[in-house]
């Protein structure tokens, strides 16, 4: 029997890179899988690891190489990665990066501060109608639109008991992906039509996202889905849905370095999830409560 091809490595490490520029920053994210290859037959053969490199250090690899060289592209970072696995350890003989990066693009608002963005790729629109012979009923809404604030966050002030390890924080990443549906109170086309009134609630969103100074995801939520009702008067009520996407910064201090706020690991899960309806005065609740189904 032969041991064929094999390789190894850490897959999916999810690294967020943030440069500030004053109040303008600028976002790097990354879904980096390392795969090595070399004098691998001893540790499938005989059990002994003295070729390997670990798989944590692959990783560990990564997030420092963001703040030691930054992210110039992901072209150049894989280089980075790739040369420094096999140049640097005589029993790996080749490795293979490959990278995914996420596009974001600016929320442009009035004033100086730019720190808010929306992943690019679009969301889904969605749409659902009901009618009985006499009454319909019309919810808009979208869904997965990804969306970050790398600063004017913070979680403060909670509950804390024998279970609580959370540190406060007075400065953190604040990201979502947004799933709103939206009740319109008329049976007819908005004025300017549905198109024009699915931006305008899209647009309101992403405004009250990037303007809000956050205390919690609650309190963003709340004030996204107020915006919405205050200046869309074809819309009694919303239903927000907002997962809250943890960007832990990497402990980078085993390496010798200092993470000030630039590097983090964009966790998939668990994720936080909070929801809330937000009622124009006098209408009714009418969107379930339960939006995974449309
Ligand atoms: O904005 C937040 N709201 C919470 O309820 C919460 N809980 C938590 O662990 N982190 C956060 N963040």
Redesign the pocket.
């Known amino acids: 029997m032969i041991l064929g091809q094999n390789q190894y490595g850490k897959a999916e490490n999810r690294i967020v890179r943030i440069t500030r520029e004053g109040s303008t920053h600028h976002i790097k994210d990354l879904n980096v899988s390392v795969a090595l290859t070399g004098d691998m037959t001893d540790v499938h053969l005989s059990g002994s690891n003295a070729n390997v490199l670990t798989t944590d250090t692959t990783k560990n690899t990564v997030f420092a190489f963001a703040k030691e060289h930054g992210i110039a592209s992901a072209e150049e970072f894989g280089i980075l990665l790739a040369r420094h696995f096999v140049t640097g350890l005589p029993t790996i003989h080749s490795a293979r990066i490959r990278i995914e990066e996420y596009a974001w693009e600016r929320i442009e608002t009035p004033g100086p501060k730019r720190h808010s963005f929306v992943r690019e790729g679009r969301e889904t629109r969605t749409a659902q109608i009901r009618f009985d012979g006499t009454a319909w009923e019309i919810v808009s809404g979208l869904k997965d639109l990804t969306v970050l604030n790398s600063t004017d ?1 913070e ?1 403060t002030g ?1 509950v804390k008991d024998r279970y609580t390890t ?1 540190p406060e924080t007075r400065d953190r990443v ?1 990201a979502t992906q947004v799933h709103a549906r939206w009740r319109h109170s008329g049976d007819s086309a908005p004025e300017a039509g549905w198109d024009h009134s699915y931006r305008q609630a899209r647009e309101h969103l992403l405004a009250a996202f990037a303007d809000t100074y ?1 205390l ?5 939520l709340y004030r996204m889905g107020s915006r919405v009702i205050e200046k869309c008067p074809g819309i009694d009520e919303i239903r927000l849905s907002l997962p ?1 996407r ?1 960007h832990f910064l990497v402990d980078l201090e085993p390496f010798g370095l200092k993470n000030d706020n630039e590097v983090y690991y964009a966790a998939d899960r668990p994720y ?1 999830l ?1 929801e809330a309806t937000i009622l124009r005065d006098g209408a009714e609740p009418r969107i379930p409560v339960d939006m995974t189904n449309l």
């Open positions: 966050s979680f909670y959370l604040l956050s919690s995801l609650q309190q963003t809250n943890h936080g909070i």
